[in-house]
């Protein structure tokens, strides 16, 4: 299984990205899709994840701001980004779990929001 994350760059701070995961593998068969991240110096840290019965789940310091969704047609996992901060900077990594519990994970793609 494969995961390419895409979508991020350079955002003032209060705007918006769409982070986008395409899996190789369907993202009806996982156990979960999610988004982590790693600012600099940090540890990563899970933002938000779908667990296979469609409910999401965020980060406290994301809740009311991210959104994540998926398209399974697509196989794609998406992290719509708004009202962006400073402190949402870092490297965001896409993953899966499939049903076995092992884990997949993407390239990182860099978020950088100025203030």
Known sequence: VQLQASGG?????????RLSCA?????????AVGWHRQAPGKQREQVAVIIRGGIPSYA?????????????????????MDSLKPEDTGVY???????????YWGQGTQVTVSS
């Open 9 to 17: 760059g350079l955002v003032q701070a209060g705007g918006s990205l």
């Open 23 to 31: 899996t190789s593998g369907s993202t009806i068969t996982f156990r």
């Open 60 to 80: 406290a310091s994301v809740k009311g701001r991210f959104t994540i969704s998926r398209d399974n047609a697509k196989n794609t996992v998406y992290l719509q």
């Open 93 to 103: 990594y896409c993953y899966a779990k499939g049903m076995s519990g092992r884990e």
